[in-house]
């Protein structure tokens, strides 16, 4: 496999992008990342209300020969919470690194002024929707794997 790069590429490479270029691209996917993280949050919803759903049928079903198979959907709603922690996780850096750039653009070529400068400014309270979505995404996944653990166990 060749890993040489041509000249093309280098050329095209070592390129500047004009610095409204850069700070249209990045405002445009730090929209983006902030649009899919209620994209994610939906998601979240839809398939544990799926996993709740057979772990409710699984529970009041009349088949005996079921009743044991409980513990296969509270796993896989451990496995889904930890998921969405892990897909936050990176749409919270993606955020973070998008917020960075605009935030220095803004600084030396704006004197400071613009929505992202002032949006820096970090506050403990009310807390971010990181910690909010994270917190949900990853106590979905204790309790869900602390009610696995002890309902093969019982």
């Known amino acids: 496999m060749n890993t040489e790069a041509t000249s093309e590429e280098v050329a095209i490479n070592t390129q500047r992008i004009p610095i409204e270029e850069s700070y249209s691209l990045a405002a445009s996917k730090h929209e983006w990342m902030i649009e899919w993280r209620y994209k994610i949050f939906t998601r979240y919803y839809v398939s544990t209300g799926a996993i709740a759903a057979a772990i409710a049928w699984l529970i009041n079903t009349k088949n005996v020969s079921l009743e044991h198979l ?6 896989l709603g451990a496995i889904n919470g930890l998921m969405f922690f892990i897909m936050n996780r990176r749409n919270k850096l993606l955020i ?11 600084k030396e ?6 929505v992202y400068t002032a949006w820096d400014v970090k506050k403990s309270w009310p807390p971010s929707y990181d910690v909010i979505f994270g917190g949900l995404y990853f106590g979905t996944f204790m309790f869900l794997a602390v009610l696995g653990v002890s309902s093969t166990l019982t």
Not at 109 to 114: A, D, T
């Open 109 to 114: 070529h704006c004197e400071g002024l613009g």
């Open 70 to 75: 409980v513990y296969v959907p509270i796993f």
């Open 96 to 106: 973070d690194a998008c917020e960075k750039l605009l935030v220095k653009i803004e």
